[in-house]
């Protein structure tokens, strides 16, 4: 598999966690934001009974009410709804039209990306680490990296530079160089990448990594 479809599934499943984690911080802002409401306060704007007070003051009482929800909308809510319509952008304009609208849009990226020319699966890449990064920076939550001390990478031997990344199935787990100038120059290159493409970074599965650490 070509490195750029590598890193894009790295990516999806990156998204994947922190979306679980995301959801969990919604739901738990809900229930904050509902126990600490002071639903009181609408009672003020709450006009008397007849036809011509509520005549008068109906717009009033609608505006206290439109304000009170929409601060009932948190940073966790609205990051949630900004990624949502991001993926779900991306999807339509990735797929075309063999996109669906009645399917979970990052199921159906990881459907059709091994389709995808490498520009196009490196530019999806590029998208969902963007959304990735944006959620856990909100949680405060570290990127999926988990470094490997004192293994040197294969290409630029610099050591405790692989990073294997932790999210998705564990035989689908990917090893990463994190050193950013670290990039396979082609047939030429060191890195033992069973795909060598110049210009991309550095991507292993574990099966092509243990083969060449073995070697």
Known sequence: MHPSHLHALAALASLDVALVLLRNAQIAEASE????????????????????VAREHGDVLLDAVIRHVSALVGPYAERGQRTDDTIRWLTAAALGDAHRHDQDPLDQLREHLPAMTPSTAASLARWVD????????LLGEPDDHQLWPGVACPSCDTAGALALRMSGP???RVVVCTVVRCLCTGEGC????????????HIWTLTA???????
């Open 33 to 52: 934001t509902a126990a600490s409401g002071d639903f009181g306060t609408l009672q003020a704007w709450r006009p008397g009974t007849g036809i011509r």
């Open 209 to 215: 990594i243990r083969a060449t650490l073995d070697s």
């Open 170 to 172: 564990a035989e689908d």
């Open 190 to 201: 060191g890195c033992r990448m069973p795909v060598k493409a110049s210009g991309w970074r």
């Open 130 to 137: 963007e959304q990735d990064q944006a959620v856990r920076r």
